[in-house]
């Protein structure tokens, strides 16, 4: 028994919940409900202990058991059935149920005749929810604490419902779905903004951008395994960057060819259920998709990051090659660790969400504070410390030009390494502020789509319209295939570093001038390994022995000191020097 009363607290306490979270202005109105006339109270209030948000929509509900309110099956279904959809109104925040026992003398005598019509007994109508007692509906005490109607009409009663779940989008509630702050409920598909031409032109349009995105990256990734020792620090990160990007466009092209057969549930029209957005990591496909796609899109962006952090280095405190890779075991870690991290973050939250524009999983679609914390903060993050680092590198780098005088072939070159470095950060730099500035817009009127969403649908789905809207607009699709575009030829600008890359033995000395000689392999060897003119150009030496007699040989010139390469000098200029010796 105590059990039983608990259950009914509890569950009472959900019911109120649920109440004050619909409306937010409480009065009693006066049935109109047809089935609910001539019962001892005359006012109810809305939305009512199932959940429905006027009258109205109660008396849709009640239809199917219009058949056994007219045979009179039993004398306690009528009372038992106002009970629930339109209950007594008295003073706020008091709501009585009806007792148990008469619920199961309804259902006794009813439910045969239910079976004949076709009608099932609702789950929210099961007699266990009800507390254990055996006095009619209402009571006494119910009557003497009613309410006063109104003096407006029910319809032109205004109040603030908030955003009601649909039955049709609906979810099971073991999922953990939610939509609009609407626990057990999912957005709809196709896409809630778009017509289906549009998602058709938007689909395809994503597949051709993946698929030059998936080229280019691929070309930098194999023109790497090519020639490992071609891209050393502080240029590697740029592979492992066109790697991340690579993967993301990858997915992209995946979901182009899966459509929405992974981001979307599947309708049910036997169970009044539409198709409805994918949420959480109960669909595999969708899970997989999502990590992969969100740990490279984190990791792509924290690779550029520590390509910043590995030119800073080069540049300011003059790091070497071998002392930056030395540092790559941490790189490694931190390009991996965090997106790895912020992964495994999410699918704890259950956070994931099926993307109908382009077929994939992602964070944030409908979730405005998911995309705020998961996806436009870390980015900012890596733009603000990424440029912060680059541009004390420039500047350093621009010193250097100016203060130590340096051969006009060093200069020049210095002048094109600086240009590559801006010319490469434009190229990531200005997509990516676009995908920051759509995910920011998109953010903001995110509320404004939604309830203009709502108030062109309300009648359809039979749930309350906004209440005074003030401002309506749909989204335009030039916004999401702008980010779609902005997203994937962000990993283009690795093809644009790797072809302008000279070739290792590329310089004035190896010109395809066809009056020009090859340098001997004795002359390469002297300039590859930067030793000394003297050892390996033809230096006198001293003989061996000297014979009998002979006079003292002169003591040799002395040994030139080995030449000082400057750190900008070219290698061309240092096999041309070694040549003409």
Request: with cysteine; hydrophobic share 45%; charged share 15%.
């Amino acid at each position: 028994m105590a059990v039983s009363w608990m259950f009914c607290c509890f569950w009472l306490l959900d019911v109120l919940v649920g109440c004050t979270r619909g409306h937010s202005l409480f009065s009693c109105e006066p049935i109109i409900l047809r089935m609910c006339q001539d019962l001892p109270y005359n006012t109810t209030f809305m939305p009512n202990l199932l959940n429905h948000y006027d009258q109205q929509t109660a008396a849709l509900a009640m239809e199917p058991f219009h058949p056994m309110v007219n045979l009179e099956c039993s004398r306690d279904f009528r009372p038992f059935l106002c009970a629930l959809y339109a209950p007594v109104c008295m003073e706020y925040g008091r709501v009585t149920l009806p007792c148990r026992r008469l619920c199961q003398r309804a259902y006794s005598e009813c439910s045969k005749l239910m079976e004949m019509f076709g009608v099932s007994w609702p789950e929210d109508m099961e007699c266990t929810r009800f507390p254990d007692c055996d006095e009619p509906y209402p009571r006494l005490v119910d009557l003497s604490l009613g309410g006063e109607p109104t003096e407006e009409a029910p319809m032109a009663v205004q109040r603030d419902y908030g955003f009601w779940c649909p039955r049709e989008l609906k979810i099971d509630p073991d999922l953990g779905y939610s939509f609009l702050r609407v626990r057990d409920c999912s957005p709809p598909c196709p896409n809630m903004y778009f017509r289906r031409e549009e998602l058709s032109f938007a689909r395809y349009f994503i597949g051709v951008i993946s698929i030059v995105c998936l080229s280019a990256t691929l070309f930098t990734f194999l023109t790497f395994l090519i020639d490992v020792t071609r891209f050393r620090y502080p240029e590697r990160p740029i592979i492992f960057y066109a790697v991340c990007y690579m993967m993301v466009s990858l997915i992209f092209f995946i979901g182009f060819l899966l459509e929405d057969r992974v981001a979307c549930n599947a309708s049910s029209p036997a169970q009044y259920k539409a198709s409805t957005v994918t949420q959480g990591s109960h669909n595999k496909a969708c899970t997989m998709l999502f990590m992969v796609l969100y740990f490279f899109t984190m990791a792509g962006s924290v690779w550029w990051v520590i390509l910043t952090i590995t030119w800073f280095l080069a540049a300011v405190p003059k790091w070497g090659s071998e002392a930056i890779e030395k540092k790559a075991l941490l790189f490694h870690a931190s390009a991996w660790g965090i997106p790895g991290t912020l992964t495994i973050v999410l699918l704890a939250m259950n956070k994931i969400e099926g993307d109908n524009i382009s077929g994939v999983c992602f964070v944030g679609l409908y979730d405005v504070d998911a995309l705020r914390y998961f996806v436009l903060a870390p980015l900012c993050l890596y733009v603000v410390v990424g440029v912060s680092l680059l541009l004390a590198g420039i500047i350093s780098l621009n010193r250097v030009r100016i203060e130590i005088p340096l051969e006009k072939e060093n200069q020049d070159k210095l002048v094109k390494f600086m240009i590559r470095i801006g010319v490469f950060s434009v190229l990531y730099l200005v997509p990516l502020l676009v995908v920051i500035g759509c995910y920011f817009y998109e953010q903001a009127y995110r509320g404004v789509w939604e309830t203009t969403w709502i108030q062109e649908r309300c009648r359809e789905y039979h749930i309350p319209c906004p209440y005074q809207v003030t401002q309506m607009s749909r989204p335009d699709l030039i916004l999401f295939l702008m980010k779609y575009l902005m997203a994937l030829v962000v990993g283009i600008p690795s093809v644009f570093w790797v072809g302008s890359k000279r070739p290792v033995l590329s310089g004035p000395a190896f010109s395809t001038d066809a009056g020009k000689k090859k340098l001997s392999t004795r002359a390469v060897r002297c300039c590859k390994s930067q030793i000394s003119l003297s050892l390996f150009c033809g230096t006198p030496t001293r003989p061996s022995s000297a014979s009998p007699g002979a006079p003292p040989p002169r003591a040799p010139p002395p040994t030139p000191p080995p030449p000082s390469w400057p750190c900008w000098t070219t290698r061309g200029a240092r096999q041309a020097a070694c040549t003409a010796k």
